[in-house]
T-cell receptor, first 112, second 113 residues
């Protein structure tokens, strides 16, 4: 059965800290891995990773995929209180059924 | 904002009732996926509609049903509501050419009493 596991489930840091969020996956006929940030309601898209070893970067956030070891990490440097959210990763298969298999998320709290 | 809209924002129902949730997809998107997200959980895939046909379904009973219209908007219907159906219901639209990136609506918070 396809599954996505995220760790840690919860994390509390101080502003300015760097955090690394982990996502491991077992997805049949894997195509891509996506990271989302969820603050109040709808998840907002962060990254889509398809190729192994190529870092994607957006400001203080970056992410990389390892297709051999079946995991991805999301790094946030110089964290700010506005980074407080649940970070979700999802794996997508390559079939016609384009459903995403979601992890439970990592709840990040950044304290001033 | 993603351009995906959902209605209503909040809804309170009692056990046994039926509910219809609506989603308007982002312009140009032909695929709508519905998710149920319970408190503290990641989204659980309910089903997906592509060009008005169901294109995959998660582990949800038949009382969860849906429709997609020619303009690619969609409805999620839930019959015989149960207390455990209380959750945030998210719809996400995408285009088959994007390879997986989905754009989420703000969600509908359903409470079943």
């Amino acid at each position: 059965e396809d599954k996505v596991v995220q760790s840690p489930l919860s994390l509390v840091v101080h502003e300015g800290d760097t955090v690394t969020l982990n996502c491991s996956y077992e997805v049949t006929n894997f195509r891509s891995l996506l990271w989302y940030k969820q603050e109040k309601k709808a998840p907002t898209f962060l990254f889509m990773l398809t190729s192994s070893g190529i870092e994607k970067k957006s400001g203080r956030l970056s992410s990389i995929l390892d297709k051999k070891e079946l995991f991805s990490i999301l790094n946030i440097t110089a964290t700010q209180t506005g980074d407080s959210a649940v970070y979700l990763c999802a794996g997508k298969n390559a079939g016609n059924n384009r459903k995403l298999i979601w992890g439970l998320g990592t709840s990040l709290a950044v304290n001033p | 904002e993603t351009g995906v809209t959902q209605s209503p924002t909040h809804l309170i129902k009692t056990r046994g009732q039926q509910v219809t949730l609506r989603c308007s997809s982002q312009s140009g998107h032909n695929t709508v996926s519905w998710y149920q997200q319970a408190l503290g959980q990641g989204p659980q895939f309910i089903f997906q509609y592509y060009r008005e046909e169901e294109n995959g379904r998660g582990n949800f009973p038949p009382r969860f049903s849906g429709l997609q219209f020619p303009n690619y908007s969609s409805e999620l219907n839930v019959n015989a509501l149960e207390l455990d159906d209380s959750a945030l219901y998210l719809c996400a639209s995408s285009w088959t050419g994007t390879g997986g990136q989905q754009f989420f609506g703000p969600g509908t918070r359903l409470t079943v009493l």
